[in-house]
């Protein structure tokens, strides 16, 4: 009796768990610990579970009994992934009979035969070129034809040994006492990963309100229902890089902020790890956002800067970057994360968009920046774009060999404002090896042993210059 095997099979579970506990780590993976009940029988037996993580570290798995300890040993465990597919069941069936069925001008063909050669799956150009398929399928039919690479229906009688439905772990267990015992069960996964989004809205008198999100992505190929989360923010040393999960498929859910559902923080090692206060629900191939937090009234800092050299030679510079010519200046936004400041949380590593209401009342995006992990009481700067209505142009007037290790230059920077409205331009000029100004026409700020700090402040329509001369040594 041959049985068909169509692409949609039914997965098959041992049992579901009764509690779990997600620790998720902004890495790709998540640590995942559940409760479950487990009928056992004194002696030596095996224990499966089915409805585990497809994407499930093999060695990072751990069960041990809750009723009693003392009385449950692990004698092996077993991680079982051979799934049943349809190039699984082929490569399996090869020298044995099969069942083939092809339609010819509205007639169907039954063809019984022994399968010698099964089809190798696609294999990916890594190059993204061409794409190649490795063999082909052969078919011995009873009456002696060879059929090459048929395409129709295929029937086996049996699924092969071996095969399962769904990824599976098992064990073989000693226990002194048979019943029932709460049994936990621990592992690492692939697929999870969480990072942090931040929306910053400027308002009016320099003050901002900040929400913060937590974006969660579940494709580890399970579902952790009425979970207890936990997300874990720190850079976690791994000994091999792990991936972000299978891609594709996903649906976004956002859940509105509610001032009642936070994460409550707490430091945890050299890291920090935030619990939600309630029990939320993480479906496979999902992404889903949770309010993190919210703060009102910070107060920030517009900077523009003009820093021509920064990074100069380290890297072909973009337009508008360049160490001469015309130059437009940096816009950006600083504040601090402080409790005086409405705010003094630990900021996991994410992405900060800012916004601000126009005339009508509209918000618009103003750029984005990101952070990296940011404790309480430090100040956070955030790169946004460009000015549009400040100009700067940066020239070299003049270059003085004066020795065969040293020389002078003179520089020109000249600062326009195209706006109704007066600003404050930072302009940071970088030299290295032993320099030493000489001349210059106004003030500035020694940032550091390569950076000078010039704040230019311009009434609007007003354009200044910058002049100095530089001596050179190394």
């Known amino acids: 009796m041959y049985t068909a095997f169509l692409i949609g ?83 399996k069936s090869v020298g044995k009979k099969i069942r083939f069925i092809r339609h010819w001008n509205n007639e169907k063909e039954v063809v019984e035969g022994t399968l010698i050669s099964a089809p190798y799956a696609v294999v990916a150009d890594p190059n993204g070129y061409n794409n190649q398929t490795y063999n082909g399928m052969v078919i011995r039919t009873d009456d002696g034809r060879i059929l090459l690479n048929p395409s129709g229906e295929m029937e086996v009688s049996t699924v092969p040994d071996g095969l399962i439905s769904v990824p599976t772990l098992l064990w073989d267990l000693q226990t002194k006492s048979g019943g029932t015992q709460n049994v936990e069960l621990s592992y690492l996964t692939k697929g999870l990963n969480w990072n942090a989004d931040y929306v910053l809205t400027l308002g009016d008198k320099s003050m901002a309100d900040l929400q913060g999100w937590v974006t969660i992505n579940n494709q580890s190929g399970a579902t952790y229902k009425d979970s207890k989360l936990k997300l874990l923010a720190g850079d976690v040393r791994r000994l091999q890089p792990e991936g972000y999960g299978r891609g594709g498929g996903g649906r976004m859910e956002m859940k509105s902020a509610d001032a009642a559902v936070q994460f409550a923080q707490e430091n945890l090692f050299e890291y920090h790890l935030y619990t939600l206060q309630r029990p939320a629900t993480l479906n496979n191939r999902e992404t889903k956002q949770i309010s993190l937090l919210e703060g009102n009234g910070i107060k920030f800092e517009k900077k523009l800067i003009i820093d021509s050299m920064r990074d100069f030679g380290m890297y072909y510079p973009s337009e508008g970057e360049v160490g001469t010519g015309d130059l437009k200046p940096l816009v950006q936004i600083q504040f601090v994360n402080s409790k005086e400041n409405n705010l003094g949380m630990p900021l996991p590593k994410g992405t900060i968009k800012v916004y601000q209401r126009d005339s009508s009342g509209s918000v618009q995006m103003l750029g984005e920046d990101a952070i990296d992990h940011t404790p309480k009481d430090e100040t956070i700067s955030l790169a946004i ?82 002049d100095y001369t530089v001596n050179t040594t190394w």
């Open 9 to 91: 099979l039914a997965l098959q579970s041992a049992g579901s768990a009764n509690s779990h506990e997600i620790t998720v780590y902004n890495q790709g993976f998540g640590l995942v610990k559940e409760t479950r009940q487990i009928d056992l029988k004194p002696g030596r037996q095996t224990v499966e579970i089915k409805d585990v993580a497809e994407q499930i570290e093999p060695t990072s798995v751990g069960i041990k009994s809750l009723t009693s300890p003392n009385d449950f040993s692990v004698l092996e465990q077993n991680y079982q992934y051979d799934l049943i597919s349809i190039q699984a069941i082929l490569n």
């Open 385 to 466: 774009g460009r000015s549009f209505d400040i100009v700067g142009t940066r020239r070299r007037m003049n270059y003085k060999r004066l020795s065969s290790n040293s020389f002078q230059e003179t520089f020109e920077i000249s600062v326009r404002n195209r706006k109704d409205v007066g600003d404050t331009v930072h302009v940071y000029e970088r030299h290295y090896g032993d320099w030493r100004v000489v001349q210059k026409n106004m003030e500035f700020t020694k940032l550091d042993s390569n950076t000078m700090d010039f704040v230019v402040q311009l009434k609007a329509g007003e354009e200044k210059k910058i």
